[in-house]
């Protein structure tokens, strides 16, 4: 059925795709030439044009202050383009009201954003009891969460500083979905975990977009943590100037330039990645001498 469905949108031309994507709110996102510039007259994002598609996980990836905050919070109207449009199921973000709009889109935080003074259970039902669910209906909504980000019960009475940073982490996505949204934009989420925590958080999003099938924008640095969960990988140089948009095979396999070529191998020396693939159908990526240096995510 779902697969009709996204086969249907595909044939469409775009105006009726736009229509009928609003209709089922599919959640595809559009940035069309889209520019931020500031009065000292320097671009963070100069004539941007991509297309997120609905229900998948797009990574931007890329170096510090490359436009990528710049660019999510364009979707939200966080920020507002200079020139240019951000179209939400060919809807402009402009005409939308910017409140109603940041309460249906999640977003996550780099430093989680936790408001410190309030237990988990709190953090986490803060939208749903800003938009009007009744406490009793939103507490137990929350705790329901808390088992979906893989969280004990125990810790929603707790505050946030009493929990470890890959917790605190959990809660800020159990509270980026508390509204159910059908967008999530994530800035750097697991910037502030070790390895080890920020890997099963990896796949604790994996397993999440298996069962949720959000429209999910990601950011971060990390490009083994781009191919980790992308359906779509965006690398970006500075100015928002997209160096290769594909699927982390089609980067892998197929660098566009030096640049890119670069970028996959800089965090671990210069190096040939491969494909391999594994047991159980998982597919590897492997350097020069054989050894792994990730997993892909799981392709719908
Ligand atoms: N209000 C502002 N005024 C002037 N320049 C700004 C402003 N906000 C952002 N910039 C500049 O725009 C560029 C892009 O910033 P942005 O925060 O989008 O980068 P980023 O890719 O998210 O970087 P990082 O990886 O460090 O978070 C940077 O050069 C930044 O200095
Ligand atoms: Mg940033």
Redesign the pocket.
């Given at each position: 059925m779902a697969f009709l469905l996204e086969l249907t949108l595909y044939l469409l031309p775009t105006s009726r795709f736009a229509r009928l994507a609003r209709k089922v709110g599919a959640d595809m996102i559009e940035f069309q030439n889209v520019t931020?510039r500031?009065?000292?007259g320097?671009?963070?994002?100069k004539d941007f044009s991509l297309v997120v598609p609905s229900r998948k996980v797009t990574v931007?990836v890329?170096?510090?202050?490359?436009?990528?905050?710049?660019?999510?919070?364009m979707i939200n109207r966080m920020?507002n383009p200079t020139s240019g449009k951000v179209l939400i199921d060919g809807e402009d973000v402009a005409e939308l009201d910017p409140v109603a709009l940041r309460r249906k889109i999640g977003y996550v935080l780099?430093a989680t954003g936790l408001l410190p003074h309030r237990r988990i259970i709190d953090n986490v039902s803060s939208v749903p009891r800003l938009n009007g669910v009744p406490k009793k209906k939103a507490r137990e909504d929350a705790l329901t969460l808390l088992d979906t980000v893989g969280l004990d019960r125990s810790l929603a009475d707790r505050y946030p500083d009493q929990l470890s940073g890959g917790q605190q982490q959990r809660v800020g996505v159990a509270r980026a979905l508390a509204s159910d949204p059908n967008i999530m934009l994530m800035?750097?989420p697991f910037g502030a975990v070790d390895p080890i925590v920020r890997l099963e958080l990896q796949e604790e999003i994996n397993r999440l977009q298996r069962e949720l099938h959000k429209t999910m924008v990601f950011?971060t640095?990390n490009i083994d943590e781009a191919f980790a969960i992308a359906d779509q990988v965006v690398i970006?140089k500075?100015?928002?100037e997209i160096a290769q948009v594909g699927t982390p095979e089609e980067i892998l396999s197929k660098p566009v330039d030096d640049f890119v070529s670069t970028f996959i191998g800089a965090d671990k020396g210069k190096r040939t990645l491969h494909l391999k693939q594994g047991e159980d159908g998982v597919t590897v990526i492997v350097d020069d001498e054989g050894r792994p240096a990730g997993i892909l995510g799981d392709a719908e």
């Open positions: 931020k500031f009065p000292d320097s671009f963070a994002v931007f890329g170096s510090s202050g490359a436009g990528k905050t710049t660019l999510l919070r920020v780099q800035d750097e950011v640095h970006l500075s100015g928002g």
